[in-house]
């Protein structure tokens, strides 16, 4: 298909978010995943009733002797795009930190289809960037490597980030470490949260399809919409995030659950670790083991395509398949626990019944996500390197900045009703200007956060659910040094981008072939070398661990 090969750079990102796919509020995968061990105290869900608007100064550090004296504007990066209030948000944001440190924020964005072309460029720029969203799905570790980030030490962390610190487990800082150096500060609270699936209940059972609790067993309700639902596609996939959603949640489903050991933001590796496997096997992607797993779904979504269940224009559509479905032009939505919730409440609002079916593995589970899942980093080169921890800080611990920057502004995009976390009067999920989750402020504690009034009572049961689903990932704490080997992942990641992708979205003509192919490519660019250094890296850290 070679028409479609000079698209294939619209889909660079895609890798990224399928492997640990959100989030993010927007991932997709963002799966590189989390430790069993608790945090230390956080502040109470009951100190989060705080006004966002509330002009009571906040400490930012016990120590007097920090000199605020000059006033700073700092400029802060975050992923996605800025929700229509944004700019009132920062607005009052900015006059609490004005009032608390003498600071003022400006924030800018890289949206999705940006990403592994811009984020390297503005850390690149460095001289107009004080701090920016990292992950370890959102290139921490390449970008550490480069330098491009600050080193920050524990002295500093408590001295600029007492609440922070004080709020946050020593494994999330062990988690941040690479070669014993952090460069990220992680969030407090790994997200509860698993990738799901939403389809439409109500037409479900309009035409009589079958409970479905599984993603194996979709396929009857894409018929059943393919056929009757004639303005509406089943499967309205964009290219960012949706892409190879399908691929990986059938693969999940009926075959093998496995991450990218190696975790690179801009690609793919060919290196894999089963997620159900505590004992950490490292494989190569075209051992049988895992190829047979993936030609056998390939093959499927490859049906699916040719049967019109996925849109023709998935390559280089820039519409969610989130958005599409809350429009009524998708049968299906993919998201994950935490972004669902403004999709399920505009379903009710329409009077659809939403189900929700969560993506897992065979034995219907799902990797933790680590601390390190969400953090923001110190760009290198920032001039303002104190007031900006200063300033994450208050963001990510003091109730009142946590609400403002996650919830939005008190009495315009929330209200505090019955211990729970309302809509203002005569303000609608449509109509909300800054709906939860939606900025970007992913990082945040989430442990100080009410329940939102419109979680029903199958959202809270899916949220109870997740305490039987969500495993230790034997590599959460596992970083690799790409020093070595980043030549040859820099070549597969191009391989992959121009290969793989078409395979997962079912847009080759013959899959065992363009596996063969995949395969004679990858290996010529040094896979064999990427693996053997994953396989010392990784056993070594097993060692270490014992």
């Known amino acids: 298909?070679?028409?479609?090969?000079?698209?294939?750079?619209?889909?660079?990102?895609?890798?990224?978010?399928?492997?640990?796919?959100?989030?993010?509020?927007?991932?997709?995968?963002?799966?590189?995943?989390?430790?069993?061990?608790?945090?230390?105290?956080?502040?109470?869900?009951?100190?989060?009733?705080?006004?966002?608007?509330?002009?009571?100064?906040?400490?930012?550090?016990?120590?007097?002797?920090?000199?605020?004296?000059?006033?700073?504007?700092?400029?802060?990066?975050?992923?996605?795009?800025?929700?229509?209030?944004?700019?009132?948000?920062?607005?009052?944001?900015?006059?609490?930190?004005?009032?608390?440190?003498?600071?003022?924020?400006?924030?800018?964005?890289?949206?999705?289809?940006?990403?592994?072309?811009?984020?390297?460029?503005?850390?690149?720029?460095?001289?107009?960037?004080?701090?920016?969203?990292?992950?370890?799905?959102?290139?921490?570790?390449?970008?550490?490597?480069?330098?491009?980030?600050?080193?920050?030490?524990?002295?500093?962390?408590?001295?600029?980030?007492?609440?922070?610190?004080?709020?946050?487990?020593?494994?999330?800082?062990?988690?941040a470490q690479i070669g014993g150096k952090i460069f990220m500060i992680p969030t407090a609270t790994p997200d509860q949260k698993v990738p799901v699936t939403l389809i439409r209940g109500d037409l479900r059972k309009k035409y009589g399809v079958s409970e479905i609790t599984n993603f194996k067993d979709i396929e009857p309700y894409l018929e059943a919409i393919k056929k009757n639902e004639k303005g509406m596609i089943p499967i309205n996939a964009d290219s960012q995030y949706d892409f190879a959603k399908s691929f990986y949640n059938y693969e999940w489903a009926t075959g093998r659950a496995t991450l990218d050991t190696v975790l690179i933001t801009n690609g793919w590796s060919g290196v894999h670790t089963e997620w159900d496997d505590q004992t950490g096997k490292v494989y190569s992607q075209f051992d049988p083991y895992i190829s047979d797993s993936q030609k056998a779904t390939a093959k499927v979504i490859k049906s699916w395509y040719e049967k019109g269940y996925i849109n023709k224009n998935a390559i280089s559509n820039k519409v969610r398949s989130k958005d599409a479905f809350e429009q009524g032009k998708s049968a299906v939505a993919y998201g994950n626990?935490?972004?669902?919730?403004?999709?399920?409440?505009?379903?009710?609002?329409?009077?659809?019944?939403?189900?929700?079916?969560?993506?897992?593995?065979?034995?219907?589970?799902?990797?933790?996500?680590?601390?390190?899942?969400?953090?923001?980093?110190?760009?290198?080169?920032?001039?303002?390197?104190?007031r900006a921890m200063m300033a994450i800080d208050l963001m990510m611990e003091e109730p009142s900045y946590n609400n403002l920057v996650y919830f939005g502004i008190e009495g315009v995009n929330y209200v505090v009703k019955d211990g729970k976390i309302a809509l203002p009067d005569g303000v609608t999920a449509e109509s909300n200007t800054y709906p939860p989750d939606a900025a970007g402020f992913w990082f945040t504690n989430k442990s100080q956060h009410l329940p939102l009034a419109s979680w029903s009572e199958q959202y809270i049961a899916h949220k109870q659910s997740l305490k039987n689903i969500l495993v230790p990932y034997v590599y959460n704490s596992f970083s690799m040094d790409t020093s070595k080997v980043k030549s040859e992942l820099a070549t597969i990641g191009t391989v992959g981008t121009q290969y793989q992708l078409p395979i997962q979205g079912g847009i080759v003509k013959d899959v065992d072939a363009a596996y063969a192919t995949l395969e004679e490519k990858v290996k010529k660019t040094g896979l064999d070398t990427v693996l053997a250094e994953a396989i010392a890296q990784t056993q070594a850290y097993l060692s270490a661990q014992k």
């Open 1 to 175: 298909m070679n028409k479609t090969k000079v698209l294939f750079t619209l889909l660079s990102a895609i890798i990224a978010f399928t492997l640990v796919l959100a989030g993010c509020g927007n991932n997709n995968n963002k799966d590189a995943q989390a430790s069993n061990s608790a945090s230390k105290p956080s502040p109470s869900a009951s100190s989060s009733a705080t006004s966002s608007t509330s002009t009571e100064p906040s400490s930012a550090s016990p120590d007097n002797a920090i000199d605020t004296s000059e006033e700073v504007k700092l400029v802060g990066y975050l992923l996605g795009d800025a929700p229509a209030g944004m700019n009132a948000v920062v607005a009052e944001l900015n006059k609490k930190l004005k009032a608390d440190i003498n600071a003022t924020v400006e924030f800018r964005y890289i949206g999705w289809g940006d990403l592994t072309a811009k984020y390297p460029l503005v850390l690149a720029a460095g001289d107009d960037v004080d701090f920016i969203y990292s992950a370890n799905w959102a290139f921490y570790n390449q970008e550490a490597a480069k330098g491009a980030f600050k080193e920050l030490t524990m002295e500093d962390l408590q001295k600029y980030m007492p609440k922070h610190v004080a709020a946050t487990s020593d494994v999330a800082w062990k988690e």
């Open 337 to 386: 626990t935490n972004d669902i919730q403004g999709t399920l409440a505009k379903a009710a609002e329409n009077g659809w019944e939403v189900e929700i079916i969560p993506n897992l593995s065979t034995k219907g589970t799902y990797p933790q996500d680590p601390y390190i899942n969400n953090g923001v980093a110190i760009a290198a080169n920032t001039k303002n390197p104190e």
